[in-house]
Structure formats: structure tokens, C-alpha cells
């Protein structure tokens, strides 16, 4: 399997102590993505309150090979300790998008939560994509569910 290459490109402004996004052990889907805060947040961090959504920059842009994308998820910790979380999870990051890497967060928990410079904020997937045609048609196949809408599959 060819391993893809994600060029990654820092901004002006962002902090080169930043690392990378970066797979913490060798069996890792996700790579760890960092906060790189704005210069005049660096030292103290910023307030994430309950049920706030917030852009936390990352100081980075990227080229996504075609045929991929990048999907960016919750880190499990920050959801089961603080309740820390996408709230478009996951997000896509497409292969034509050059712009910055922001990823958004929301504070699902009862307390607020700082947002620490350098901070792991989410993790990135990076994922074939395959894209498909759509044609309108008079008939669907039969299955065994048919039309069976939420829940229908089990009990409970």
C-alpha cells in the first residue's frame, strides 16, 4: 500500500515549537493535531465554557493528495474526561482546501475547560475517498429491511 504524503505548510505566525500532527505509537490510526494559539494567547491559553464552539487554529495548511481526504475526530480523552468534542465529527478536510487547519470544538461538559498552547486538540484520519454518480431511477431493489427507517434493525 502506497503511503500518502500530506505537505504541510506553516503559517507566518504559528509557533515552529508547534509539533506537527504526528502518530503517538506505531499501531495508531490518528495522528495527533495541536493547538498553535495566537501569540497573544500563548502564555495564559484561552477558556473553552460549556456548550461553547470555538475554532482553535493549528498554524498549519495542507495538500491532501487527490483521492483522499483528511477527517478530523475527537481525541477519546478530552471526550470522557472533559467532554471535549466535534461538533461536526467527524470533519472533512477535502484534497482541493488549501486554507487554514481549524478544527472545532465544543464543550459538552459542565465545566469550562482551558485550551492550552500546544495542546493535542483532535486527531486526523487520512482516508481513500471514492467518488460516486447519482441517477435518478424508477425502482429501488428489494431487501430484506426495505424501508425500515431508525432503529428497525434490533431492539432497544
Same mark, same amino acid.
Request: hydrophobic share 40%; no cysteine.
Given at each position: 500500500m502506497n503511503t500518502p504524503t500530506i505537505k504541510v505548510l506553516r503559517e507566518d505566525w504559528a509557533d515552529p515549537e508547534i509539533a506537527l500532527p504526528?502518530?503517538?505509537?506505531?499501531?495508531?490510526?490518528? &495522528?495527533?493535531?495541536?493547538a498553535n494559539?495566537?501569540?497573544?494567547?500563548?502564555?495564559?491559553?484561552?477558556?473553552?465554557y460549556p456548550m461553547q464552539r470555538v475554532i482553535v487554529p493549528t498554524g498549519l495548511r495542507v495538500e491532501?493528495? #487527490?483521492?483522499? #481526504?483528511?477527517?478530523?475526530r475527537p481525541r477519546s480523552g478530552l471526550a470522557l474526561k472533559h467532554g471535549i468534542s466535534l461538533p461536526n465529527t467527524?470533519?472533512?478536510?477535502? &484534497?482541493?482546501?488549501?486554507?487554514?487547519?481549524?478544527?472545532?470544538?465544543?464543550?459538552?461538559?459542565?465545566?469550562?475547560y482551558l485550551i492550552e498552547h500546544g495542546a493535542r486538540i483532535a486527531? &486526523?484520519?487520512? &482516508?481513500?475517498?471514492v467518488q460516486a454518480r447519482f #441517477?435518478?431511477?424508477?425502482?429501488?431493489?428489494?431487501?430484506?429491511?426495505?424501508?425500515?427507517g431508525f432503529g428497525s434493525t434490533g431492539k432497544g
Open positions: 504526528r502518530y503517538e505509537t506505531h499501531g495508531a490510526a490518528g &495522528a495527533d493535531i495541536r494559539l495566537a501569540p497573544e494567547d500563548r502564555v495564559s491559553g484561552f477558556t473553552l491532501i493528495p #487527490e483521492g483522499f #481526504e483528511m477527517q478530523i467527524p470533519g472533512t478536510i477535502d &484534497a482541493d482546501y488549501r486554507g487554514p487547519l481549524g478544527v472545532l470544538l465544543i464543550n459538552l461538559g459542565r465545566e469550562p486527531q &486526523a484520519i487520512i &482516508a481513500p475517498v #441517477e435518478i431511477t424508477e425502482e429501488l431493489g428489494e431487501t430484506a429491511r426495505g424501508a425500515g
